[in-house]
Each structure stands twice: as C-alpha cells, then as structure tokens.
C-alpha cells in the first residue's frame, strides 16, 4: 500500500480531493493544511489536518509519516509547500500548479498578466510596482531576498511530476523555472460534470447578456475590454453587462464598478456580493456571451461551464486558454475579432452541441480514479 501525503489548503476543492483519493484502494492518504487557526472555511471532511513547518521539523508523528511516506502531493507551490519540498527532496514529488503562485510570482509572467489601460491602473494603485517587481525578480535571483519567488526556484528542482490545469501551464514551467530534466506532466481536474456544472441548467433559454471576467482581480483587464465595447454601437452590445466581482482588491472592485456605471449606465450589472452557487450558475447560463480577458490561465471553471451552457466565449489570442481551446478544438471567438468586427457574435447549434459533448467527455466522473492511478504509478 503507498503511503501519500497531500499537502493542500482549506478551499472549496479540497473535500473533492480528499473524496476522490479515499476511494482509490492500495493507497494511505494524509491530508495536511498549513493554516495559522484551526477552523475550517471550506472543508467538511475530519481528515483535513492542521500543520506548522515546525510540527515537522521538530520530529515525533509528524517527522515519521513524511519520512515514510513514497509520494508528496503538493496542492500548489505556496512558501510553506516549497519549504516542505526542500525537507524531503528525495520523495516522488507531485506539484498540482493551480496557476496563481506562477502568474502571480515570477518576474516575468507577472509582467505579462495586464494589457495596456490595466497596467496603467496597477502603477496607479502602486506607484512603484514593475519598478519593485524588478528589484524582487534580481534580489531573489541572487538568494538576497528570500521569498516564494526564492523557494520556488529551488524546490522546482526535485519535482518528479507536475500536474497543471491546463497542459498549456505545463509549457511555460518548463520554459521559466529551473525544473529537473526527468519532470514529467500530469493530469488532474479538480472536479467534474457533477461538482463543476449543473446539467439542470443547459438548455435555459439565453437573454441578451455579456459575462466578463471571474473576479476583481486586475489580471481580468476589465478596463480594456469596456474601452473596446465603449467604441461599438450602443445598438449592437448586450442589454445586460454582468462583471463577478465577488472577491479580489477591493480599490480595483471600486474603479471597476465606476467605469462600468459610466460607460454603460442601467446596462451594468456588477456581482459584487456572494451569491450560493446555483444561483450564480443560473445566471452565468443565462449569458449568451463570455468574455475572459485574461493573459493567463484563470477561470477555468466558468470556461467549462459556459461552454457547457452554449456561450460563445471570447478570449486574448496570447493567453494559454485561446491555446487550450484550439488544441481541443473548441468552437470560441477572439477579443481581436470583437475588435474588427463591433459585434457580438452567437455559436451555431452544431458548435454549441460539439463544445458540450466535448465538455462532457473532458469532465467525465468516471476518469477522476484513472487519473489519481496513473500519478501513483509514473
């Protein structure tokens, strides 16, 4: 029986995780969450542990499941996982990249995340930002400067699997960190057609409404993407203009939301309180369009769902997401045709039915436990 630690934070995921790899059979399963307090957010599940860096360091319980155990799971490269990785590096290493501690850490995909009228509302809102991004890439390149960024460049190097969102994600770790020469890549989704998508929703008739972005994140670009729509004819943009934004900077949620009032007035319709799933998934089915204007992978979960529902989805040509979706051969548009073109465009019925037969097989229940297998025996 292998013995597998999963090192991986109280999210709304993680009672996924722990269901799925409990009912794997010849596998012993820990669970443990780097946490500052001992209450649960998210988490239902009793087998959630809470951890310090120093339980393990000290030795006891502990110190002895590590050591024993044959494969750590990592459930994002956070400081405190990365210094756990350096613990223990010559353990069979999985790194499940959630996306956030790449894009949002290293040099200089951060540098790329924003497009024009973004970045300029990032140096306003931190005058000093690219300037300071500069200063940390060259600090911690030299170890002066001890950060994620630092502990990241080195606990890479004994990883044995990595496990991306996308495979697109995969490409650029192997382009930008100092990753093993043996590394190989693979699969997990954290969730299905069961906890992603509610299939009740599918064939809900569509009103004249545009979703934009997942967050008030300024990786969305949202300010770009309302200067485009700002220069279509009135006539031709959707009636109702729905922005989430329901966690994030709240000095950008603020900025967001007056641009948006200004620009489109009656027409904005900003989220900015939590909404119970269902009902958010109600609504997001409702759209007959789906604009993400990330330069990232981020939001995965509504580009699963609103292709599933039948939106047509726009995307940047430079974001992993518009490489993902062509190398699955989704049917999707492009910011860069809503740009020439001044008008939204709808999918046929056969791109709608191909896009969620396709979403169906991508998200199929049956092929979580395949999954967790084949991680187990690379």
Same mark, same amino acid.
């Given at each position: ?167 697109? @994600? #995969?490409?650029?770790? =192997? *382009? ?7 590394? !190989? $890549?693979?699969?997990?989704?954290? +969730? /299905? ?85 269902? @009902? #958010?998934?109600?609504? =997001? *089915? ?7 204007? !990330? $330069?990232?992978?981020?939001?995965? +979960? /509504? ?76």
């Amino acid at each position: 029986m292998k013995k597998v630690i999963h090192l991986i934070p109280d999210e709304k995921f993680t009672d996924f995780v722990i269901d799925s790899f409990n009912k794997v059979n010849n596998i012993k399963n820990y669970f443990f969450c780097f946490v500052y307090n001992t209450e649960s957010r998210y988490t239902r599940s009793l087998a959630l542990e809470a951890i310090s860096l120093a339980d393990i360091e000290k030795g006891g319980r502990l110190r002895t499941i590590f050591e024993e155990a044959d494969i750590i799971m990592v459930h994002i490269l956070s400081l405190n996982h990365s210094k756990a990785v350096l613990l223990f590096p010559s353990k069979k290493i999985v790194w499940f990249c959630w996306g956030g501690e790449i894009y949002n850490h290293h040099p200089k995909l951060v540098y790329n995340n924003y497009k024009y009228l973004t970045r300029k509302i990032r140096t306003k809102l931190n005058p000093f930002f690219f300037l300071k991004l500069r200063a940390k890439s060259f600090l911690s390149t030299f170890g002066i400067r001890k950060d994620l960024f630092f502990y990241q460049n080195k606990a890479v190097r004994f990883i044995d699997i990595i496990c991306p969102v996308i495979l697109e @994600d #995969y490409n650029i770790i =192997i *382009s930008n960190y100092p990753v093993s020469k043996g590394v !190989v $890549c693979g699969k997990f989704i954290y +969730g /299905n057609m069961a906890t992603l998508i509610s299939r009740s929703y599918k064939n809900t008739g569509k009103s004249d409404r545009v979703l934009i972005g997942n967050s008030a994140t300024l990786t969305n670009n949202h300010l770009d993407v309302f200067e485009l729509m700002s220069r279509m004819d009135k006539s031709d943009l959707p009636q109702q203009i729905i922005v989430p934004l329901t966690y994030g900077d709240d000095d950008y949620k603020k900025i967001v939301i007056d641009h948006g009032n200004r620009i489109f007035g009656e027409s904005f319709m900003p989220l900015d309180q939590f909404m119970d799933i269902d @009902d #958010y998934l109600k609504l =997001i *089915s409702s759209c007959r369009y789906f604009i993400l204007p !990330v $330069c990232r992978q981020q939001g995965m +979960g /509504n580009v699963y769902a609103m292709l599933y529902y039948g939106a047509t989805i726009y995307v940047y040509k430079d974001s992993p997401i518009y490489r993902f979706l062509r190398r699955e051969n989704f049917s999707f548009r492009t910011i860069e045709d809503l740009c020439i073109e001044k008008v939204f465009k709808e999918l046929n019925e056969t791109q709608i039915l191909r896009n969620r037969e396709k979403i169906e097989l991508l998200l199929d229940e049956t092929k979580t436990e395949g999954y967790i297998k084949s991680l187990i025996d690379l």
